[in-house]
């Protein structure tokens, strides 16, 4: 019988209706919405989707059930449409699965089941959501669903696809109530299987019966399940299905048939008795492996296969399977290898992955000896060179190692054993990566205490030592194939940093292991680059071990013969300990390792290390990665630790070991250059403390034969060790130097320097590189010997040895470098300080020149041979005697373009920021060796006549155009004036004399006054101190005369010059100018009179200096002189004018000009007055000079006026417009007096000192300015016009108008001000401000302009009806003056073109207070009323603001009569396509809310209703400005309303500021309106119904939303006594899913999902 009952026809079955019908309008809803679902546009599509979800959680049946309807009626031809369908009743169900009826889960049954069965073909995107419906009714109804799937599964016919992938579907989603009704829809399968030839329905089945394996094995894992049901109760029905879908499908070509048949009968066999299992299991395993060939997915194969397995290494089942693991091992080891080696991210190789893994975990569970045996087997690499099989087994041990601990327990030495070879020849970075898992898996299994651990971790070590050579050379490679590798050589190093130093910090076991064995690692040079981890791993086993006085902690070393030996260990870690900051904090942790160790190595010196490593550890702590770090003082710290520990051992045989082995390690640094360096130097500090000549001299050998002469570290550090060797055995080191330098070349007879005149050298001995360390060492011996012995051997040893080699015809610059570094050594170690004595070096200005030779451009010379010749020179100027000026000119001039033209590098194109810091720190080394080579000479002739010589040559740069030169040479001339001080007051300078004053200051700081405001900062600061220290240094000297030390007080007026000097950094270019001047003003006290003229002269050259900022504050400086002491100047003023006259002619700087023109402007008064209408003449725009001159002029208060009066005169009263009738046509143009005038005028206003003339004269410049913008709307071009815009400007600014100053910064206000039609908007808004800032200047104005609302020019009239249009507004307590301007605006109304202004008068009369507004009431309201609708629209909307604010002040008595007429003929304007219209009329209709509280009351009550919904539409109009004349509406009307509700809403919400949310809005609103005038709902709606047609869009929206909330809302008790219409409404709202904007389309849905329940 069927679960539906008697069967109906297909035509029965199509007119009956299924909808569960609610009788209401909601029906209709739904039916529109579910016909609309499908629209076209995506939004709209999920808006009525997300509404019927929305109905279908109120109403869920009448949703459900009409979707059902549609798609039987209609959905046969609307495929996507029943598809979308299909998916939201599936979101239903999930929503509200557990409350739909039985009834409507049969219809939804029964649909689901037609559509995923009306087609044979299988059609997933339509058949699958519906299969998915019967799924999830399942879950609540299995058994109606089930039995509806097995009447459509009758015995001996094959069901449809879907039918059967339901039903193994439903059974995987409910095994507890499906599983027992399972053996017989199996049994219906079995005789069908062997009919079933499409592939896809073999896909089904075999899917299927997976499922319901699956389910079988999930119901049997339940201990609530029927315990009548077991395995046994489907033997009968899996094993014939198994035979067929083994035997005859899993062969199959369809890869997707064949993957879901090995899956299907990996379940089976857990659901198959177990003797048929095993006797099938021979057949299977071949079978399943061989589809991994096939296949190039292999999920489903492994999780079958994995099922096999787990079934199959069961005790029972192993005989069975253990001739099969072969096979299998086979297939599936070298598959994961692969899989492991692809290394894909995606979730389904992931899951394979694990699969393959878990079989190996089942195996190796059952088969252990097999399994270890099979994979060590696959790890040896003479047998297997795949890298990708190696990886992959070692994946597998590691797999195995952590998760079958307990199972191969007694295979843990067998499986170390297996991975040795790796150990010990593995190159695959890949495999090398996963050993390293392996062992640190293996250290937390207990694995590396066993014999062959060791050698594990030595291959981790191996790793961390991989030397960064082999990194580089892989990322070159790397890079050249564009190519990024998941593992590289740097990661796996870091990786196997961290590994061991886990394996020893987390597994206790591990320190056995490790001590003592990782001292083996500490000395072979293939291990250095790990040595960080090693003594960090050391350290820390060593320390717990002696904090604990463990009894392994103390060593014998004679005993572990393995182990270096303590000197070994001692030289090799403190010789690395020289690069501290080397990968992995190499300093610190060597520190910690020594410390930690030092009882083992050597008792006696533990306790100096425990206090002296934490202070060393500290340090590199505190400085590294800053600036104070420094290589040089770090290593020689690092010597005094071995000096210190030489010294406290003091054993001469220990020392001598430390020797030995030091020389054997030497070999280990051979491409560490640095390292080396250090080796050599500990090597020779070592020598240093032995007495053994032989020794001595053979280390000595060994030490210059295994340098690389060529590399400059190692050269140094060869140096060095003969240098620390020499300080005790200065002869061995002579001699063996001499022996080593061979026969000295030949020398020609042109004496010491005959390099000069050319000439080479020749004969034996080293060459090359080898002579360039010879020549260091004996700049080392000279240094570090015995001052006294030194001298001794000067001449005869070192000089003698070193002399040939000097004047080599071709030198290279590498030769050069170290030639000036010995040179330097040498002149050091002559130095007095160093020799304690006296000592006169007589060659040493051959040595200078020498090295200005060096020095000079060539191919052979380098930056750092410049540097160092710097440095060099410095060094022989200190000596004795006083270099003479001669050479000391020669000397700077020579050296000081390699510093001050030496341009900065600056970032871009291909130079990089580290190529910019790179070529800055060379500037700055440069900078430091020449101002101290500057120094040096000023420290030998300590004078100010020297200073001057040293300046006159820098100054060549002083002016340059570039920056950087001018810091620099002032930085240099700074520099020596603070020297010359310090040299003086501490009294080591050689004085050159008793001198009583600075000579040539005059001059010397008139080359600085420019400088003084240098665009530069640092020049300026720099400038400013350098006149400072000059007074100071001339105080001084005048001070000190006669005096046994020199008086350091600085004079009293340079008090202030320190916080002058720290204003003028951060100063902006006028407050420079201002500490200028008070330096001028410093300067004119301190400056004696017989240096002012020279002062002055070279200032003025600083007019014409190419900086604007410096020619200026030159300017600045002659002026404040001239001030204070131009009367002692009187014969040289002519002179003085005549330079700054000339100086005009070309200077280019306003404020270099008007510096000057301030300089000169006692002269110029005299001739002001003749020269204004000349001035005058001068065409338009006006020059700089006329500018300046005219306001020199006005600056005068005695002028200022005369001029304003003049110049306001002409252009009000003079010709304007002049006619040019030369062409065809008349051509009026601009009178240019008029043009010149008011240029004039807004050059006089730039001045700030005309605020008093201008408010003095107030009401005549305004009037004259603003009649001068209708005078220049005339003319051929916009010259005038332009040209008024700007004085009028400068006038607003020179007066302080703040007010119009805010409204003509307003771009569409100034716009308008340039228009010749709109002008007049802005002339209003400034005489608005005008009166409301000067309302005591009405009068004024209204006298002045009054004669020119007659006037000839349109623009003077539109002008003068402007001012009074807007003066109305600002009459106060004045009747007399109101109603001669309203009478004037009367008179000219019939003037077109002053008619606007007119309207805009009248409404303005509303301003004037309500008394005035009732006097010429009907007066206005008739003129403004004749207007209100006139074509002009700019005319009706200022005609409705007008009204608008006097119905704001008139009595009602004066409205009420014509208040309806009012809103009738408003209302027309709501709608209109002007935004300011409408605005216009809302506001104006807004304003009515006066009239309706009296005689007016009812009958504006019904209008305001009658309007009401278009106010509150209109608050979402596209308009601002109608959305805020809506909302003050809106608040106005509601007290009228006479609900308080809605006055409170209203104010809560209808914030004109704010954004309104107004879908919310319009809710709450209904609500109200609900609650209160449940009576007019219905015309709301009917009303907002209308708008449906509206041509914009926003008001179609908000009319659909409206008419949502107010249905929505309407309580069930007052859906009666609101009378709304649902029938009509609802039509119209459905009805709006038919128009075409999806905006309203979409609202329209979301206004349904509202109605829901009607």
Same mark, same amino acid.
């Given at each position: 019988?069927?679960?539906?009952?008697?069967?109906?026809?297909?035509?029965?079955?199509?007119?009956?209706?299924?909808?569960?019908?609610?009788?209401?309008?909601?029906?209709?809803?739904?039916?529109?919405?579910?016909?609309?679902?499908?629209?076209?546009?995506?939004?709209?599509?999920?808006?009525?989707?997300?509404?019927?979800?929305?109905?279908?959680?109120?109403?869920?049946?009448?949703?459900?059930?009409?979707?059902?309807?549609?798609?039987?009626?209609?959905?046969?031809?609307?495929?996507?449409?029943?598809?979308?369908?299909?998916?939201?009743?599936?979101?239903?169900?999930?929503?509200?699965?557990?409350?739909?009826?039985?009834?409507?889960?049969?219809?939804?049954?029964?649909?689901?089941?037609?559509?995923?069965?009306?087609?044979?073909?299988?059609?997933?995107?339509?058949?699958?959501?519906?299969?998915?419906?019967?799924?999830?009714?399942?879950?609540?109804?299995?058994?109606?669903?089930?039995?509806?799937?097995?009447?459509?599964?009758?015995?001996?016919?094959?069901?449809?696809?879907?039918?059967?992938?339901?039903?193994?579907?439903?059974?995987?989603?409910?095994?507890?109530?499906?599983?027992?009704?399972?053996?017989?829809?199996?049994?219906?399968?079995?005789?069908?299987?062997?009919?079933?030839?499409?592939?896809?329905?073999?896909?089904?089945?075999?899917?299927?019966?997976?499922?319901?394996?699956?389910?079988?094995?999930?119901?049997?894992?339940?201990?609530?399940? $029927?315990?009548?049901?077991?395995?046994?109760?489907?033997?009968?029905?899996?094993?014939?299905?198994?035979?067929?879908?083994?035997?005859?499908?899993?062969?199959?070509?369809?890869?997707?048939?064949?993957?879901?048949?090995?899956?299907?009968?990996?379940?089976?066999?857990?659901?198959?008795?177990?003797?048929?299992?095993?006797?099938?299991?021979?057949?299977?395993?071949?079978?399943?492996?061989?589809?991994?060939?096939?296949?190039?997915?292999?999920?489903?194969?492994?999780?079958?296969?994995?099922?096999?397995?787990?079934?199959?290494?069961?005790?029972?089942?192993?005989?069975?399977?253990?001739?099969?693991?072969?096979?299998?091992?086979?297939?599936?080891?070298?598959?994961?290898?692969?899989?492991?080696?692809?290394?894909?991210?995606?979730?389904?190789?992931?899951?394979?992955?694990?699969?393959?893994?878990?079989?190996?975990?089942?195996?190796?569970?059952?088969?252990?000896?097999?399994?270890?045996?099979?994979?060590?087997?696959?790890?040896?690499?003479?047998?297997?060179?795949?890298?990708?099989?190696?990886?992959?087994?070692?994946?597998?041990?590691?797999?195995?190692?952590?998760?079958?601990?307990?199972?191969?327990?007694?295979?843990?030495?067998?499986?170390?054993?297996?991975?040795?070879?790796?150990?010990?020849?593995?190159?695959?970075?890949?495999?090398?990566?996963?050993?390293?898992?392996?062992?640190?898996?293996?250290?937390?299994?207990?694995?590396?205490?066993?014999?062959?651990?060791?050698?594990?971790?030595?291959?981790?070590?191996?790793?961390?030592?991989?030397?960064?050579?082999?990194? $580089?050379?892989?990322?070159?490679?790397?890079?050249?194939?564009?190519?990024?590798?998941?593992?590289?050589?740097?990661?796996?190093?870091?990786?196997?940093?961290?590994?061991?130093?886990?394996?020893?910090?987390?597994?206790?076991?591990?320190?056995?292991?490790?001590?003592?064995?990782?001292?083996?690692?500490?000395?072979?040079?293939?291990?250095?680059?790990?040595?960080?981890?090693?003594?960090?791993?050391?350290?820390?086993?060593?320390?717990?071990?002696?904090?604990?006085?463990?009894?392994?902690?103390?060593?014998?070393?004679?005993?572990?013969?393995?182990?270096?030996?303590?000197?070994?260990?001692?030289?090799?870690?403190?010789?690395?300990?020289?690069?501290?900051?080397?990968?992995?904090?190499?300093?610190?942790?060597?520190?910690?390792?020594?410390?930690?160790?030092?009882?083992?190595?050597?008792?006696?010196?533990?306790?100096?290390?425990?206090?002296?490593?934490?202070?060393?550890?500290?340090?590199?702590?505190?400085?590294?990665?800053?600036?104070?770090?420094?290589?040089?003082?770090?290593?020689?710290?690092?010597?005094?630790?071995?000096?210190?520990?030489?010294?406290?051992?003091?054993?001469?045989?220990?020392?001598?070991?430390?020797?030995?082995?030091?020389?054997?390690?030497?070999?280990?640094?051979?491409?560490?250059?640095?390292?080396?360096?250090?080796?050599?130097?500990?090597?020779?500090?070592?020598?240093?403390?032995?007495?053994?000549?032989?020794?001595?001299?053979?280390?000595?050998?060994?030490?210059?034969?295994?340098?690389?002469?060529?590399?400059?570290?190692?050269?140094?550090?060869?140096?060095?060790?003969?240098?620390?060797?020499?300080?005790?055995?200065?002869?061995?080191?002579?001699?063996?130097?001499?022996?080593?330098?061979?026969?000295?070349?030949?020398?020609?007879?042109?004496?010491?320097?005959?390099?000069?005149?050319?000439?080479?050298?020749?004969?034996?001995?080293?060459?090359?590189?080898?002579?360039?360390?010879?020549?260091?060492?004996?700049?080392?011996?000279?240094?570090?010997?015995?001052?006294?012995?030194?001298?001794?051997?000067?001449?005869?040893?070192?000089?003698?040895?070193?002399?040939?080699?000097?004047?080599?015809?071709?030198?290279?610059?590498?030769?050069?470098?170290?030639?000036?570094?010995?040179?330097?050594?040498?002149?050091?170690?002559?130095?007095?300080?160093?020799?304690?004595?006296?000592?006169?070096?007589?060659?040493?200005?051959?040595?200078?020149?020498?090295?200005?030779?060096?020095?000079?451009?060539?191919?052979?010379?380098?930056?750092?041979?410049?540097?160092?010749?710097?440095?060099?020179?410095?060094?022989?100027?200190?000596?004795?005697?006083?270099?003479?000026?001669?050479?000391?000119?020669?000397?700077?001039?020579?050296?000081?373009?390699?510093?001050?033209?030496?341009?900065?590098?600056?970032?871009?194109?291909?130079?990089?920021?580290?190529?910019?810091?790179?070529?800055?720190?060379?500037?700055?080394?440069?900078?430091?060796?020449?101002?101290?080579?500057?120094?040096?000479?000023?420290?030998?002739?300590?004078?100010?006549?020297?200073?001057?010589?040293?300046?006159?040559?820098?100054?060549?740069?002083?002016?340059?155009?570039?920056?950087?030169?001018?810091?620099?040479?002032?930085?240099?001339?700074?520099?020596?004036?603070?020297?010359?001080?310090?040299?003086?007051?501490?009294?080591?300078?050689?004085?050159?004399?008793?001198?009583?004053?600075?000579?040539?200051?005059?001059?010397?700081?008139?080359?600085?006054?420019?400088?003084?405001?240098?665009?530069?900062?640092?020049?300026?600061?720099?400038?400013?101190?350098?006149?400072?220290?000059?007074?100071?240094? $001339?105080?001084?000297?005048?001070?000190?005369?006669?005096?046994?030390?020199?008086?350091?007080?600085?004079?009293?007026?340079?008090?202030?010059?320190?916080?002058?000097?720290?204003?003028?950094?951060?100063?902006?270019?006028?407050?420079?100018?201002?500490?200028?001047?008070?330096?001028?003003?410093?300067?004119?006290?301190?400056?004696?009179?017989?240096?002012?003229?020279?002062?002055?002269?070279?200032?003025?050259?600083?007019?014409?200096?190419?900086?604007?900022?410096?020619?200026?504050?030159?300017?600045?400086?002659?002026?404040?002189?001239?001030?204070?002491?131009?009367?002692?100047?009187?014969?040289?003023?002519?002179?003085?004018?005549?330079?700054?006259?000339?100086?005009?002619?070309?200077?280019?700087?306003?404020?270099?000009?008007?510096?000057?023109?301030?300089?000169?402007?006692?002269?110029?008064?005299?001739?002001?007055?003749?020269?204004?209408?000349?001035?005058?003449?001068?065409?338009?725009?006006?020059?700089?000079?006329?500018?300046?001159?005219?306001?020199?002029?006005?600056?005068?208060?005695?002028?200022?006026?005369?001029?304003?009066?003049?110049?306001?005169?002409?252009?009000?009263?003079?010709?304007?417009?002049?006619?040019?009738?030369?062409?065809?046509?008349?051509?009026?143009?601009?009178?240019?007096?008029?043009?010149?005038?008011?240029?004039?005028?807004?050059?006089?206003?730039?001045?700030?000192?005309?605020?008093?003339?201008?408010?003095?004269?107030?009401?005549?410049?305004?009037?004259?300015?603003?009649?001068?913008?209708?005078?220049?709307?005339?003319?051929?071009?916009?010259?005038?016009?332009?040209?008024?815009?700007?004085?009028?400007?400068?006038?607003?600014?020179?007066?302080?108008?703040?007010?119009?100053?805010?409204?003509?910064?307003?771009?569409?206000?100034?716009?308008?001000?340039?228009?010749?039609?709109?002008?007049?908007?802005?002339?209003?808004?400034?005489?608005?401000?005008?009166?409301?800032?000067?309302?005591?200047?009405?009068?004024?104005?209204?006298?002045?302009?009054?004669?020119?609302?007659?006037?000839?020019?349109?623009?003077?009239?539109?002008?003068?009806?402007?001012?009074?249009?807007?003066?109305?507004?600002?009459?106060?307590?004045?009747?007399?003056?109101?109603?001669?301007?309203?009478?004037?605006?009367?008179?000219?109304?019939?003037?077109?073109?002053?008619?606007?202004?007119?309207?805009?008068?009248?409404?303005?009369?509303?301003?004037?207070?309500?008394?005035?507004?009732?006097?010429?009431?009907?007066?206005?309201? $008739?003129?403004?009323?004749?207007?209100?609708?006139?074509?002009?629209?700019?005319?009706?909307?200022?005609?409705?603001?007008?009204?608008?604010?006097?119905?704001?002040?008139?009595?009602?008595?004066?409205?009420?009569?014509?208040?309806?007429?009012?809103?009738?003929?408003?209302?027309?304007?709501?709608?209109?396509?002007?935004?300011?219209?409408?605005?216009?009329?809302?506001?104006?209709?807004?304003?009515?809310?006066?009239?309706?509280?009296?005689?007016?009351?009812?009958?504006?009550?019904?209008?305001?209703?009658?309007?009401?919904?278009?106010?509150?539409?209109?608050?979402?109009?596209?308009?601002?400005?109608?959305?805020?004349?809506?909302?003050?509406?809106?608040?106005?009307?509601?007290?009228?309303?006479?609900?308080?509700?809605?006055?409170?809403?209203?104010?809560?919400?209808?914030?004109?500021?704010?954004?309104?949310?107004?879908?919310?809005?319009?809710?709450?609103?209904?609500?109200?309106?609900?609650?209160?005038?449940?009576?007019?709902?219905?015309?709301?709606?009917?009303?907002?119904?209308?708008?449906?047609?509206?041509?914009?869009?926003?008001?179609?929206?908000?009319?659909?939303?409206?008419?949502?909330?107010?249905?929505?809302?309407?309580?069930?008790?007052?859906?009666?006594?609101?009378?709304?219409?649902?029938?009509?409404?609802?039509?119209?709202?459905?009805?709006?899913?038919?128009?075409?904007?999806?905006?309203?389309?979409?609202?329209?849905?979301?206004?349904?999902?509202?109605?829901?329940?009607?």
């Amino acid at each position: 019988m069927s679960f539906f009952g008697k069967k109906t026809t297909k035509a029965q079955a199509v007119s009956k209706s299924v909808v569960m019908a609610t009788g209401g309008k909601v029906d209709d809803i739904v039916s529109a919405l579910i016909d609309s679902a499908n629209d076209s546009n995506k939004d709209v599509k999920n808006k009525i989707i997300e509404s019927l979800k929305d109905i279908g959680r109120k109403q869920p049946e009448l949703v459900l059930s009409s979707c059902i309807q549609f798609i039987k009626t209609q959905g046969k031809s609307k495929r996507e449409h029943v598809i979308l369908l299909l998916h939201l009743i599936i979101q239903l169900l999930e929503f509200d699965l557990y409350n739909i009826s039985e009834q409507l889960a049969i219809h939804l049954i029964q649909m689901a089941l037609g559509e995923m069965t009306k087609e044979k073909n299988v059609e997933p995107e339509w058949q699958g959501p519906a299969a998915v419906i019967l799924v999830t009714i399942g879950r609540r109804f299995p058994q109606p669903v089930w039995t509806v799937l097995v009447e459509l599964f009758p015995p001996g016919s094959i069901p449809h696809y879907f039918v059967i992938k339901t039903m193994g579907d439903l059974a995987t989603a409910n095994p507890n109530e499906i599983v027992p009704n399972l053996k017989e829809v199996m049994a219906r399968a079995l005789p069908i299987l062997g009919q079933i030839k499409k592939a896809n329905i073999r896909w089904v089945f075999a899917a299927s019966f997976g499922r319901w394996c699956d389910a079988v094995q999930t119901y049997l894992a339940d201990a609530d399940a $029927d315990k009548t049901i077991t395995q046994e109760t489907f033997s009968s029905e899996v094993y014939p299905a198994y035979e067929v879908i083994f035997n005859n499908w899993i062969g199959t070509k369809e890869s997707k048939v064949r993957l879901a048949c090995v899956n299907a009968v990996g379940q089976m066999c857990a659901v198959m008795p177990r003797e048929q299992f095993e006797s099938q299991l021979a057949r299977i395993i071949p079978v399943v492996l061989k589809l991994y060939g096939k296949e190039k997915k292999h999920l489903l194969i492994t999780q079958g296969l994995s099922t096999i397995l787990s079934v199959a290494c069961e005790e029972p089942s192993r005989p069975m399977m253990e001739p099969l693991l072969s096979i299998t091992l086979g297939v599936i080891h070298p598959l994961l290898c692969s899989t492991i080696a692809a290394n894909s991210d995606s979730p389904e190789a992931i899951r394979t992955t694990n699969e393959l893994l878990r079989c190996f975990e089942i195996m190796s569970a059952g088969f252990p000896d097999i399994l270890c045996s099979y994979l060590l087997g696959k790890l040896d690499i003479t047998k297997v060179k795949s890298s990708t099989v190696r990886a992959g087994t070692l994946n597998i041990v590691k797999h195995l190692v952590t998760r079958l601990d307990e199972q191969l327990a007694d295979k843990k030495e067998l499986i170390l054993a297996g991975v040795r070879p790796l150990v010990d020849n593995e190159t695959s970075l890949e495999v090398r990566k996963v050993l390293c898992q392996v062992v640190i898996a293996m250290a937390s299994q207990g694995y590396l205490q066993l014999e062959g651990g060791q050698r594990a971790i030595e291959f981790v070590i191996k790793q961390s030592a991989i030397p960064q050579s082999e990194i $580089d050379q892989f990322n070159a490679a790397a890079a050249k194939k564009k190519a990024t590798p998941d593992i590289t050589p740097e990661k796996l190093r870091s990786m196997c940093d961290n590994v061991l130093h886990l394996a020893t910090t987390t597994v206790p076991a591990m320190s056995t292991v490790l001590w003592p064995y990782l001292f083996e690692f500490i000395i072979p040079p293939q291990y250095t680059e790990a040595l960080h981890v090693v003594c960090k791993c050391l350290g820390h086993i060593a320390r717990t071990k002696r904090e604990t006085n463990a009894a392994d902690y103390l060593l014998d070393f004679d005993k572990e013969v393995n182990l270096p030996k303590p000197p070994e260990l001692i030289v090799r870690l403190l010789v690395m300990l020289n690069e501290p900051l080397r990968r992995g904090n190499l300093g610190a942790m060597i520190l910690s390792c020594l410390q930690s160790i030092g009882p083992v190595l050597n008792p006696i010196v533990c306790n100096m290390w425990d206090n002296a490593m934490p202070k060393l550890a500290q340090y590199i702590e505190s400085n590294a990665g800053t600036p104070s770090w420094d290589s040089n003082t770090w290593e020689d710290l690092t010597l005094r630790l071995l000096s210190e520990t030489i010294k406290i051992t003091n054993d001469e045989e220990w020392t001598q070991s430390l020797g030995d082995e030091l020389s054997q390690q030497l070999q280990y640094y051979e491409g560490q250059p640095n390292v080396k360096k250090c080796a050599m130097k500990h090597m020779g500090l070592i020598l240093q403390k032995l007495n053994r000549k032989e020794f001595i001299k053979a280390k000595l050998d060994m030490i210059f034969e295994n340098t690389n002469h060529g590399n400059e570290f190692e050269r140094q550090g060869c140096a060095q060790a003969f240098g620390f060797c020499s300080a005790s055995h200065l002869d061995i080191v002579l001699d063996k130097i001499k022996t080593l330098s061979g026969p000295a070349p030949a020398k020609k007879s042109g004496g010491f320097f005959s390099m000069f005149s050319g000439g080479g050298g020749g004969g034996g001995g080293p060459s090359g590189p080898a002579k360039q360390t010879l020549f260091l060492c004996l700049g080392y011996v000279a240094s570090y010997g015995s001052p006294k012995l030194v001298l001794a051997r000067l001449d005869s040893h070192l000089l003698h040895t070193l002399e040939p080699y000097l004047n080599a015809k071709a030198m290279k610059a590498d030769t050069k470098e170290v030639l000036i570094q010995s040179i330097d050594l040498v002149a050091k170690a002559l130095h007095p300080s160093h020799l304690q004595e006296q000592y006169t070096f007589r060659r040493r200005d051959e040595f200078i020149e020498l090295l200005i030779n060096y020095m000079a451009p060539s191919k052979e010379v380098s930056q750092k041979c410049r540097t160092l010749g710097l440095n060099t020179c410095s060094t022989l100027i200190h000596l004795d005697p006083a270099m003479a000026p001669e050479l000391e000119e020669k000397l700077i001039k020579a050296t000081m373009r390699y510093f001050y033209e030496r341009a900065p590098v600056e970032v871009g194109g291909k130079v990089t920021q580290a190529h910019a810091d790179a070529d800055q720190a060379v500037v700055e080394e440069l900078r430091d060796t020449f101002n101290e080579m500057l120094a040096a000479i000023l420290y030998m002739d300590c004078s100010t006549i020297c200073l001057g010589r040293i300046f006159d040559i820098l100054v060549e740069h002083l002016n340059s155009t570039k920056d950087y030169q001018r810091v620099r040479v002032i930085g240099s001339m700074q520099l020596l004036l603070k020297k010359f001080i310090e040299f003086k007051s501490s009294g080591e300078a050689e004085d050159a004399g008793i001198e009583d004053a600075f000579a040539a200051i005059g001059k010397t700081l008139g080359l600085l006054v420019p400088r003084c405001s240098d665009p530069e900062p640092q020049v300026r600061m720099a400038a400013l101190e350098s006149i400072e220290l000059i007074f100071f240094i $001339d105080n001084m000297l005048r001070t000190s005369v006669g005096q046994d030390t020199y008086n350091l007080t600085p004079p009293q007026q340079l008090q202030v010059a320190h916080e002058l000097r720290g204003r003028m950094e951060d100063a902006d270019i006028h407050e420079q100018f201002l500490i200028v001047h008070q330096i001028s003003a410093i300067s004119a006290q301190l400056l004696p009179a017989a240096e002012l003229t020279p002062f002055l002269v070279h200032s003025i050259k600083g007019l014409n200096d190419p900086h604007p900022s410096s020619s200026s504050g030159t300017c600045v400086m002659l002026n404040g002189m001239i001030k204070i002491r131009g009367e002692m100047v009187t014969e040289e003023v002519p002179n003085l004018v005549d330079g700054m006259l000339k100086a005009m002619e070309s200077i280019t700087d306003e404020k270099t000009m008007n510096g000057t023109l301030h300089s000169l402007r006692t002269l110029a008064a005299h001739h002001l007055l003749s020269v204004v209408e000349e001035l005058l003449l001068s065409p338009t725009p006006h020059s700089q000079n006329i500018v300046k001159s005219i306001q020199v002029i006005v600056k005068d208060p005695n002028l200022g006026t005369q001029v304003i009066d003049h110049l306001t005169d002409i252009i009000n009263n003079s010709q304007i417009l002049e006619e040019n009738t030369s062409g065809s046509k008349p051509v009026c143009t601009h009178a240019p007096r008029a043009l010149s005038a008011t240029a004039a005028l807004g050059e006089i206003f730039e001045l700030d000192e005309m605020e008093e003339v201008v408010n003095e004269n107030f009401s005549q410049i305004f009037c004259s300015l603003l009649l001068r913008f209708g005078t220049t709307r005339y003319g051929k071009t916009d010259e005038a016009s332009k040209q008024i815009l700007t004085t009028f400007q400068n006038f607003v600014n020179c007066a302080k108008l703040e007010a119009i100053q805010e409204k003509l910064d307003k771009k569409e206000r100034w716009a308008k001000l340039e228009s010749n039609e709109d002008f007049h908007y802005t002339i209003t808004d400034i005489i608005n401000s005008v009166c409301k800032t000067h309302a005591e200047e009405m009068n004024a104005i209204y006298e002045f302009i009054l004669p020119y609302l007659q006037g000839n020019f349109t623009g003077q009239r539109i002008v003068t009806a402007a001012a009074f249009a807007e003066m109305i507004r600002h009459i106060k307590n004045d009747q007399a003056l109101l109603q001669q301007i309203i009478n004037n605006l009367l008179t000219i109304m019939v003037d077109q073109s002053l008619k606007l202004m007119t309207i805009r008068g009248l409404g303005n009369i509303a301003d004037a207070g309500k008394e005035e507004v009732n006097r010429f009431s009907s007066t206005v309201i $008739d003129a403004l009323m004749c207007s209100i609708d006139a074509d002009d629209e700019v005319i009706a909307m200022e005609a409705m603001k007008g009204l608008a604010k006097v119905f704001e002040l008139v009595d009602e008595s004066c409205v009420a009569p014509i208040l309806v007429n009012i809103c009738h003929r408003i209302r027309p304007a709501f709608e209109k396509d002007h935004e300011d219209i409408r605005s216009a009329s809302f506001q104006l209709f807004g304003t009515l809310h006066r009239f309706g509280n009296d005689q007016g009351a009812s009958i504006f009550y019904e209008q305001i209703h009658n309007n009401f919904p278009a106010l509150f539409l209109h608050v979402n109009d596209e308009s601002e400005l109608v959305r805020r004349a809506c909302k003050r509406a809106l608040k106005n009307f509601a007290p009228l309303m006479k609900a308080q509700a809605l006055v409170d809403f209203f104010n809560e919400v209808l914030d004109e500021e704010r954004e309104l949310n107004y879908n919310e809005f319009l809710n709450r609103l209904s609500s109200i309106l609900i609650e209160h005038f449940p009576e007019r709902l219905n015309f709301y709606v009917m009303t907002s119904i209308e708008f449906y047609k509206s041509h914009w869009t926003c008001l179609r929206v908000g009319a659909a939303a409206f008419t949502g909330f107010a249905l929505g809302n309407v309580p069930e008790e007052k859906k009666h006594a609101v009378g709304l219409n649902p029938s009509i409404i609802t039509a119209a709202i459905i009805g709006l899913l038919k128009q075409k904007s999806p905006e309203v389309r979409a609202e329209a849905a979301t206004a349904m999902s509202l109605l829901h329940h009607y």
